[in-house]
C-alpha cells in the first residue's frame, strides 16, 4: 500500500512548496519541497514510534499534526477535510 496525500491548492496551500504525506505499509513519510525549490526536504518514521496524531481543522482546511515518542512534531498543513479524517484513519490502524 503507498497512499500519497498532497495539500490543496484550493485550500490556500503553498503551491511552489507543497506538504506531502506518503503512508506505505510501515512507514509515514512527510515531505515538502525546501524554500531554494530545489530539492526536497522529507521526514520517515515507523508507525512504531508514532505516539498520538490530531486534526486541527479550521475554515479554510485541516492540519495535521503527529506527534513521536521521542516528543518530535511534525505539522503538515491545508489538507482538505476528507485527506484528514483518512490519513487519521490510516494511521490509527496501523499504531
Not at 496551500?13 to 507543497?18: A, D, N, S, V
Not at 513519510?29 to 496524531?53: A, Q, W
Request: charged fraction near 30%; charge should be positive; glycine fraction near 6%.
Amino acid at each position: 500500500m503507498n497512499k500519497t496525500f498532497k495539500s490543496a491548492i484550493t485550500r490556500f496551500g503553498p503551491i511552489l512548496t507543497p506538504h506531502r504525506i506518503v503512508l506505505t505499509d510501515d512507514m509515514f513519510i512527510y515531505k515538502k519541497r525546501n524554500k531554494y525549490l530545489i530539492g526536497v526536504d522529507s521526514i520517515s518514521i515507523p508507525y512504531e514510534r508514532i505516539s498520538s496524531i490530531e486534526i486541527d481543522k479550521d475554515i479554510w482546511g485541516a492540519a495535521i499534526v503527529i506527534t513521536t515518542f521521542g516528543g518530535e512534531e511534525i505539522i503538515a498543513k491545508k489538507f482538505s477535510w476528507k485527506d484528514a479524517n483518512a490519513i487519521k484513519e490510516i494511521i490509527e490502524t496501523k499504531i
